[in-house]
């Protein structure tokens, strides 16, 4: 049976990562469950947690007032749900929508928030990291917004 | 890989086109349609390269380089997957069954097919630039003992922008194959992936030093496909991209093609990453 840290260890996202940081990390995590149709977290909530997704698919929505939801991405397994708790006000910017089944491991953000705190080389490996997939979701919302595919362009 | 192809041996001017008509038009898509057009001249004898293409004259409107997006291996024919933009290709597209349309070509590079033997192939295509990539994959699929593993990542607009939707599904069925789409703008409906189709290459299994690229789509998109192959460890030399400008002649004379040093139409339309990324970086181009 995989143990939590083990998962932990081995994930791409936490690469490199030294054992006692995995440690600290493990001491934060838990696995959770979301059935599909439902809502992992809505924006403006509290943002005290990120995922990693081992399976299923979900959905980043964002609404505008008298408009359906509008899909933002998907993200599946292997990938990293949430950046919000690791910066003030420590709210989520969006929906996130179980569209299948979703199994994750969900890392307390305020415990970890404290972590960092306390041990600046954990919270600097946080950031380097997270700091990564707010690239990579920043340039391929440009990309979205270029729509490439459109008539003319 | 090949430059200019043969045509028709008995009428080899290349400027010339060559009478066919069409057997069928399938709607793809609201605005994009897929023409098979056949000619008793040249029974048997449609060759080209996946990646090559035709001018088509649509008489009395005008002639347009479109993508031969059939399979190589039905030589009755000729299949082409045309998006109604503007005058010509709406000609071309609203042609009845019996109508004649002339044929110039095929002309231009080929897909590297032949360096893809031996290695995964990786086919990436955004929009309409699935139908180039098409004759790839039917090539990839007739010979399956040739190459490693198959892989199809597929962006387009919106789900009703999907090209090919049933052989899509087939393909991905198919052995040592993989096929993901994904859509920029995914309606409430839509259970696939959401997102432009360079977030795809996480969920694709490469094997960067046995694989082969092939990417067919905007400009823009195809620069940000090759730098993110790049830094999953593809190397340059393994990438090839379609280019597109606006091609005239399509045999090197006109210079209306020109990309840089490039004749596209005779030089391309298919080119090696390496020699395209100074290009591609340049506003001016």
Known sequence: ?153 | MATVATTDPITSDPMLPQPYSVRQVVKETPDTFTLTLESPNAAGGNRFQPGQFSMLWVFGVGELPISISGDPAERDRLVYTVRSVGKATHALVSSEVGEAVGVRGPFGTGWPVEKAEGRDVLVIAGGIGLAPLRPVIYEVLHNREKYGRLVVLYGARSPRDLLYRKELAAWGRQRETQVLVTVDYGGLSWRGHVGVVTTLFKYARLQPAHTLAMACGPEIMMRFVARDLETHGLARENIYLSMERNMKCAVGFCGHCQYGPHFICKDGPIFPYDRMRPLLEKYEL
Request: aromatic residues 10%.
């Open chain 1, 1 to 153: 049976m995989e143990t939590l840290e083990r998962i932990i260890a081995e994930h791409p996202f936490f690469a490199g990562l030294d054992s006692c940081h995995t440690n600290l990390l493990t001491g934060c995590a838990s696995n959770v469950r979301f059935d599909a149709g439902t809502y992992i977290f809505k924006e403006g909530e509290e943002a005290n947690e990120f995922y990693l997704i081992r399976s299923g698919k979900l959905a980043l929505e964002i609404f505008a007032p008298q408009r359906k939801p509008v899909m933002l991405a998907t993200l599946a397994e292997g990938e990293i749900l949430g950046w919000s708790w690791l910066l003030p006000p420590y709210q989520w910017r969006f929906h996130a929508h179980a569209i299948e089944t979703v199994r994750a491991i969900a890392l307390d953000g305020k415990c970890l928030r404290t972590k960092c705190e306390e041990n600046h080389d954990l919270g600097y490996e946080m950031l380097k990291r997270f700091a990564r997939i707010m690239e990579q979701r920043l340039e391929a919302t440009c990309l979205q917004l270029l729509d490439v595919y459109a008539v003319g362009k």
